[in-house]
């Protein structure tokens, strides 16, 4: 079954919900012609060089692992990364910046009235740092230092001092008889100082906002997103400094298309601030594919430094740049040899936190998932590069210690591991290990 199917008859079976309101600089650009720059004593092709880590499949990626199905993702403080995984396990997932599957996994629960069945589906994920969103279990309280959104529309949140191995759940919208599906999740500071959760409800168009104690104070959305697709709904919601990107689009469209989208820009109190849309294009008019992945490049990532990226799930799972105060397009990363980088079932973006074991600011990191419930084969977690990237923080080679798919995982330890502890997970990473630039090159895969 499609995503889209899948979507459609989730629309079907929920109880009605209410009705969507009435429609009512230079830059070096990419995609021109791969050139040859000169870096220290090496000399490497121009363009994004997409590296898959992890892989549900094994043999795609460096690593592979079962539970793999990406959807939203986050970093945590110790640099690792969390994936959530819906459809199949109702996990949520670990691994470091050199693609090792860690040994933690989080179970997210599904609503208790199971409206598409008894496996959780989180979808969104973020980490607080704050003391706001408290949980409780079993005479035990913490702040949630995990949060999770669901397609199945719960919140839930997860403290390991609270329940070490599955997430708590706070709000389950079926249960309480007005349904969401919910398919983003991020979390920034409103004009009042507050702490508030964003989450996107593809279900009901809009996009809800929960104070720190879990309660819902208020929604907002672009009701004049339908007049570019009435199929358009709010899909994914990602907080970039003072500002909300919303995505609208229709995943209820059939899977070959053709896809649009919108791309509207919020403040945190949730007006809008781009009336006749950041981005947008209609259904086989645009670039815009059911865009939902969004993230602000750092000023160190070659041709495309600084422009917000904007990744679809549709399509081929391009990735899509544009200037981040006008709006322009820009084009869409390519690879060194010249043909677009196409993630199919791209999800999410994150850039290194620069430290030695997030990897580099000028690093990203995606993760990616099947199109279709129930199927799979898709999932992947994996790292752009910019090529002849060398700054940016953090250590200098994503993939030192990794095993290519021709090496088993014990031949690519390293030589010395490094051990950080942080929520009860350990992390190990390698320090040793150096390869020249020819070898760092030839693993990695067009």
Same mark, same amino acid.
């Given at each position: ?26 830059? &070096? ?43 939203? /993702?986050?970093? /945590? ?42 496996? *959780? ?14 949980? $409780?279990?079993?005479?035990? $309280? ?7 959104? $669901? ?35 991020? /979390? ?79 403040? #945190? ?14 259904? *086989? ?10 993230? &602000? ?35 869409? /990363? ?28 000028? &690093? ?17 977690? *994996? ?17 030192? *210690? ?22 009860? #997970? ?21």
């Amino acid at each position: 079954m499609l995503i889209s199917s899948w979507l459609r008859n989730s629309k079907r079976s929920a109880p009605a919900a209410a009705p969507r309101r009435a429609q009512k600089s230079s830059r &070096q650009r990419a995609g021109s012609p791969a050139r040859v720059e000169s870096l220290e004593d090496r000399r490497l092709l121009s363009g994004y060089q997409p590296i898959d880590l992890v892989s549900y499949q094994p043999g795609v990626g460096h690593f592979a692992d079962a539970n793999l199905n990406g959807w939203g /993702m986050t970093a /945590m403080p110790d640099g690792s990364f969390c994936v959530a995984n819906p459809f199949r396990t109702g996990l949520a997932t670990f691994y470091d910046r050199s693609g090792h599957v860690l040994p933690r996994t989080i179970g997210v629960p599904a609503s208790t009235s199971q409206p598409f069945g008894p496996v *959780g589906q989180p979808a969104g994920v973020i980490y607080n740092g704050t003391s706001d969103f408290v949980i $409780s279990e079993n005479g035990k $309280s913490a702040p949630a230092r995990l949060i999770f959104d $669901s397609i199945d529309g719960t919140i839930s949140g997860w403290n390991p001092d609270v329940d070490p191995t599955h997430a708590i759940t706070i709000v389950d919208t079926f249960a309480a008889g007005h349904p969401s599906v919910y398919t983003a999740l991020d /979390m920034a500071q409103n004009s009042r100082g507050q702490n508030v959760l964003y989450a996107a409800d593809i279900l009901n168009n809009r996009v809800e906002m929960l104070d720190g104690g879990f309660n819902t104070i208020g929604s907002f959305t672009d009701p004049s997103a339908t007049s570019v697709d009435p199929g358009f709904g709010a899909w994914s919601v990602s907080a970039e400094g003072n500002k909300l990107y919303v995505t609208f689009a229709n995943p209820f469209s059939p899977i070959s298309g053709p896809h649009g989208g919108v791309v509207d820009v919020f403040d #945190t109190d949730g007006h809008l601030l781009t009336p006749k849309h950041f981005a947008a294009n209609a259904p *086989g008019a645009g670039p815009l594919e059911n865009p939902w992945g969004i993230t &602000q490049a750092p000023a160190n990532f070659g041709p495309y430094s600084n422009d917000l990226l904007i990744g679809n799930v549709a399509g081929a799972g391009n990735i899509n740049v544009f200037d981040p105060d006008t709006g322009a397009y820009l084009g869409q /990363m390519h690879q060194p040899n010249g043909a677009p980088v196409a993630i199919s079932g791209l999800w999410d973006l994150e850039f290194g936190d620069g430290t030695p074991d997030s990897g580099k600011t000028n &690093q990203l990191f995606f993760d990616a998932g099947p199109n279709a419930p129930g199927v799979s084969g898709a999932g992947l977690f *994996g790292v752009i590069r910019a090529a002849g990237d060398q700054n940016g923080n953090g250590r200098s080679d994503p993939l030192r *210690g990794v095993a290519s798919p021709e090496q088993s995982p014990q031949q690519a330890l390293p030589v010395r591991r490094n051990t950080a502890s942080i929520l009860g #997970t350990d992390i190990y990473h390698d320090d040793v290990l150096k390869r020249d630039g020819a070898s760092a090159i030839g693993i990695v895969r067009p």
